[in-house]
C-alpha cells in the first residue's frame, strides 16, 4: 500500500516514528510510483530550505543521516567556477533535501561549482566528492540554491 500525504509530510518533517519511517524506505524500494513522488518531494523541500540561510545550514549537519531517495533524472550540467563553456550531460542517481548524486562521463574535482538543470529546476551547488564507476563517475553534490 502507498504511503499515505500525511505520513509522507510527517516523514520529512521527522516526527515520524522510526517503525513506520523505515517501512515508507522500504516502500519506496520497491514502489517506483512512491520513489518518484518521495524525491520530487525531497527536491521541493531542497527548494525551500535554500530560500532559509538556517534551514540550509541545518541540512548540511545532517547530511549523511538524511533520506536520499534515487532517481532517474536526464540533467546538464554547466560549470561556473571553474568556468567552461561547454556542457556536460549527467544523471541524477539520486537526491537528498540537501545534496545530489550524478554520474557522468567525466571526474569532477571537488570545489568545483556547477549549474545543474534538471527538469525545470535549476540547481547551484558545490562538488564534495568525485569517483570513479563502473559506467563513468560519480559526483556528490551539496545543493546551495534551487531555482
Ligand atoms: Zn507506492
Same mark, same amino acid.
Given at each position: 500500500m502507498h504511503p499515505c500525504e500525511t505520513d509522507v509530510e510527517s516523514y520529512f518533517r521527522g516526527s515520524l516514528a522510526t517503525s513506520d519511517s523505515t517501512s515508507i524506505e522500504s516502500h519506496a524500494s520497491t514502489c517506483r510510483e512512491c520513489c518518484h513522488r518521495? %524525491?520530487?518531494? %525531497?527536491?521541493?523541500i531542497a527548494r525551500g530550505a535554500a530560500d532559509c540561510a538556517e534551514a540550509t545550514a541545518l541540512g548540511r549537519r545532517e547530511l549523511r543521516q538524511e533520506p536520499r531517495f534515487p532517481t532517474e533524472a536526464p540533467a546538464v550540467l554547466r560549470f561556473i567556477n571553474p568556468v567552461r563553456d561547454d556542457r556536460l550531460p549527467a544523471q541524477v542517481l539520486d537526491v537528498s533535501r540537501s545534496g545530489l548524486k550524478i554520474e557522468t562521463r567525466e571526474l569532477i574535482s571537488p570545489g568545483t561549482l556547477v549549474l545543474i538543470r534538471v527538469r525545470r529546476m535549476q540547481i547551484f551547488g558545490e562538488v564534495r566528492y568525485g569517483i570513479c564507476s563502473e559506467t563513468g563517475f560519480r559526483a556528490g553534490i551539496r545543493i546551495e540554491r534551487v531555482e
Amino acid at each position: 500500500m502507498h504511503p499515505c500525504e500525511t505520513d509522507v509530510e510527517s516523514y520529512f518533517r521527522g516526527s515520524l516514528a522510526t517503525s513506520d519511517s523505515t517501512s515508507i524506505e522500504s516502500h519506496a524500494s520497491t514502489c517506483r510510483e512512491c520513489c518518484h513522488r518521495l %524525491a520530487e518531494r %525531497a527536491m521541493t523541500i531542497a527548494r525551500g530550505a535554500a530560500d532559509c540561510a538556517e534551514a540550509t545550514a541545518l541540512g548540511r549537519r545532517e547530511l549523511r543521516q538524511e533520506p536520499r531517495f534515487p532517481t532517474e533524472a536526464p540533467a546538464v550540467l554547466r560549470f561556473i567556477n571553474p568556468v567552461r563553456d561547454d556542457r556536460l550531460p549527467a544523471q541524477v542517481l539520486d537526491v537528498s533535501r540537501s545534496g545530489l548524486k550524478i554520474e557522468t562521463r567525466e571526474l569532477i574535482s571537488p570545489g568545483t561549482l556547477v549549474l545543474i538543470r534538471v527538469r525545470r529546476m535549476q540547481i547551484f551547488g558545490e562538488v564534495r566528492y568525485g569517483i570513479c564507476s563502473e559506467t563513468g563517475f560519480r559526483a556528490g553534490i551539496r545543493i546551495e540554491r534551487v531555482e
